[in-house]
């Protein structure tokens, strides 16, 4: 089945440490995204690749960083500049002018 | 810039009523619309788009929803819910190339349905 998979679900982040986020998706979309949910504040981006070896900042990509080595791929690291990390992230795609597909999501906490 | 407002925060709705969720956006150009929904811990599944031509769009569960230009409008409808209704409810904008641009998206309404 074609899709997009985000791991894992539950993330769990002591101060002062990076995590990685993946996604993965099996649908040969040329764009990839990263929003972050919180409560309230839908959904805000973070990153966005339009193709391989190229992304730009979205809204708030302050203490993220991302990479685009793969069309498949685009992982999304919370560095330990970001100061309140805790929130749902979302990874979506999509390709011209279809609709943009979205993972199942990874809750990250800081502990 | 591109903007979506959803002005409601939360809606209640009696099982069987009908349900009229409001989208206002703001775009230089021809929009692309969507609603999404959102179940909780989930991600999002699309409802509906509109990309040009009738201005009346019809979605998957029922929904449907209206673009109108003159408002800067896209409203979500559906004439009987369902208690598997409930959820988030999000729209979003963007443009004629969003595959290589960003989407904006409102900040959600949730909807509870009561027996």
């Known amino acids: 089945d074609g899709g997009i998979t985000q791991s894992p679900k539950y993330l769990f982040r002591k101060e002062g440490q990076n995590v990685t986020l993946s996604c993965e998706q099996n649908l040969n979309h040329d764009a990839m995204y990263w929003y972050r949910q919180d409560p309230g504040q839908g959904l805000r981006l973070i990153y966005y690749?339009?193709?391989?070896?190229?992304?730009q900042k979205g809204d708030i990509a302050e203490g993220y960083s991302v990479s685009r080595e793969k069309k498949e791929s685009f992982p999304l690291t919370v560095t330990s500049a970001q100061k309140n990390p805790t929130a749902f992230y979302l990874c979506?795609?999509?390709?011209?002018?279809?609709?943009?597909?979205f993972g199942q999501g990874t809750r990250l906490t800081v502990v | 810039a591109q903007s979506v407002t959803q002005p409601d925060i939360h809606i209640t709705v009696s099982e069987g009523a009908s349900l009229e969720l409001r989208c206002n956006y703001s775009?230089?150009?021809?929009?692309?619309l969507f609603w999404y929904v959102q179940s909780p811990g989930q991600g999002l599944q699309l409802l509906l788009k509109?990309?040009?031509?009738?201005?009346l769009v019809q979605g998957i569960k029922g929904f449907e929803a209206e673009f109108k230009r003159s408002q800067s409008s896209f409203n979500l409808r559906k004439p009987s819910v369902h208690w598997s209704d409930a959820a988030e409810y999000f729209c979003a904008v963007g443009g004629a190339n969003f595959g290589n641009e960003k989407l904006t998206f409102g900040t959600g309404t949730r909807l509870t349905i009561i027996p």
């Open positions: 979506a795609s999509s390709s011209g002018t279809a609709e943009a597909f």
């Open positions: 690749s339009q193709i391989v070896n190229d992304f």
């Open positions: 775009y230089g150009a021809t929009p692309y």
């Open positions: 509109y990309f040009s031509g009738d201005t």
